[in-house]
T-cell receptor, first 114, second 114 residues
Framework: QKEVEQNSGPLSVPEGAIASLNCTYSDRGSQSFFWYRQYSGKSPELIMSIYSNGDKEDGRFTAQLNKASQYVSLLIRDSQPSDSATYLCAVNQVPNSGYSTLTFGKGTMLLVSP | SQTIHQWPATLVQPVGSPLSLECTVEGTSNPNLYWYRQAAGRGLQLLFYSVGIGQISSEVPQNLSASRPQDRQFILSSKKLLLSDSGFYLC?????????????FGNGTRLTVT
């Protein structure tokens, strides 16, 4: 069973701090990695995609990928109370049918206190 | 631009009753379509995916079924609901033949089986 693992949290940070969210995956063949944000009672919303080793920055968000260590992370700089949500890590998988699907971690709950 | 619609938003059904959830995508042709379920306190579980009309792949054996009667329509059904079918059902899409693209989710249907 190919797995995506995340700490469930909650991760509590004060407003203005850097929040660091981590994810590991088991399938060495995975090529694309995504972070989704999910507010309580809502559907997941894509916030970052990363495909190559290294860092990718988009505004206050930075995604980091290390394929050798099978590790993906998301940094949120200058955290705001509105960032309080569950963050889902997703990794593409190729089942026997040959078509790509996404496997999700269970998510890390982030709480940003004013 | 592409949009995805899911309905109903909420549903309360008794055990043993049938189920039909519908999802449609606008603004694209021959999308890959997905049904996920998120049970309380659990991660997103892939239920079904489809790469074309009439083509359905099941990831988890259960009392649910899926159909794709039209290019941009995806339906999730059950003949007799179980208590364990309660959860948040999410339809998602991505462009045809886009191996590394992320999924885009609808707003979801919250199903409570009583």
């Amino acid at each position: 069973q190919k797995e995506v693992e995340q700490n469930s949290g909650p991760l509590s940070v004060p407003e203005g701090a850097i929040a660091s969210l981590n994810c590991t995956y088991s399938d060495r063949g995975s090529q694309s990695f995504f972070w989704y944000r999910q507010y309580s009672g809502k559907s997941p919303e894509l916030i970052m995609s990363i495909y190559s080793n290294g860092d990718k920055e988009d505004g206050r968000f930075t995604a980091q990928l290390n394929k050798a260590s099978q590790y993906v992370s998301l940094l949120i700089r200058d955290s705001q109370p509105s960032d309080s949500a569950t963050y889902l890590c997703a990794v593409n998988q190729v089942p026997n049918s040959g078509y790509s699907t996404l496997t999700f971690g269970k998510g890390t709950m982030l709480l940003v206190s004013p | 631009s592409q949009t995805i619609h899911q309905w109903p938003a909420t549903l309360v059904q008794p055990v043993g009753s049938p189920l039909s959830l519908e999802c449609t995508v606008e603004g694209t042709s021959n999308p890959n379509l997905y049904w996920y379920r998120q049970a309380a306190g659990r991660g997103l579980q892939l239920l079904f995916y489809s790469v074309g009309i009439g083509q359905i792949s099941s990831e988890v054996p259960q009392n649910l079924s899926a159909s794709r009667p039209q290019d941009r329509q995806f339906i999730l059904s059950s003949k007799k609901l179980l208590l364990s079918d309660s959860g948040f059902y999410l339809c998602a899409w991505k462009p045809e033949s886009s191996y590394n693209s992320p999924l885009h989710f609808g707003n979801g249907t919250r199903l409570t089986v009583t």
